[in-house]
C-alpha cells in the first residue's frame, strides 16, 4: 500500500485497509454505520491531526497489531462504496480490503464542548 495522501482543502483521500465496515446496514451496539480504517500512513496521521483531530482518535491498539494505525468513523448515513471501475459494491466487504477514503473535515458542537471529526464521503475499494 502506497503512503500518499491527497489533499484538496476540507478534503483528504487515504489509502486504508478496511475493518468492521457497517456501510448499508446499522451496527446495533452504536446505532450508526461505521468502517474501520486501519494502517494509516504518517503523511494521513498529520493531517489529520492538522485539522484538529485528537491523537487518541487515531492511535494504535495493542492488542491488534493488524490495525496498525487506525481511527473509527461512525455515520448516521450510509457510507456509499464503488470498485474503481466506479461499479458500486453489493457484498459485504471482508476485514482487510484495500480501499482509498475521500474524508471530509467537519467541526462539531455538543452541549458547549466542540471538536473535530472526519466524515466519511466515498470509499473506492481497490
Known sequence: ???????????????????WARLTKVDPMSGKYGVKLCNLSDAAKEKL???????????????????????NCKSQFEI?????????????IGNGSSA????????WTYENVT???????KITIT
Do not use: C
Not at 478534503?11 to 486504508?16: G, Q
Not at 491531526?49 to 481511527?71: A, C, L, N, R, S
Not at 482509498?100 to 467541526?107: A, F, G, P, S, T
Open 100 to 107: 482509498i477514503v475521500r474524508l471530509k473535515r467537519r467541526n
Open 80 to 92: 456509499p462504496a464503488v470498485f474503481e471501475d466506479g461499479e458500486p459494491v453489493t457484498d459485504l
Open 49 to 71: 491531526w492538522g485539522w484538529g483531530i485528537k491523537k487518541k482518535q487515531v492511535t494504535q491498539d495493542p492488542d491488534h497489531p493488524e490495525y496498525g494505525t487506525y481511527m
Open 1 to 19: 500500500m502506497s503512503n500518499k495522501t491527497e489533499t484538496n482543502g476540507d478534503y483528504i483521500n487515504v489509502k486504508a485497509d478496511l475493518y
Open 115 to 121: 471538536g473535530v471529526k472526519a466524515d466519511v464521503v
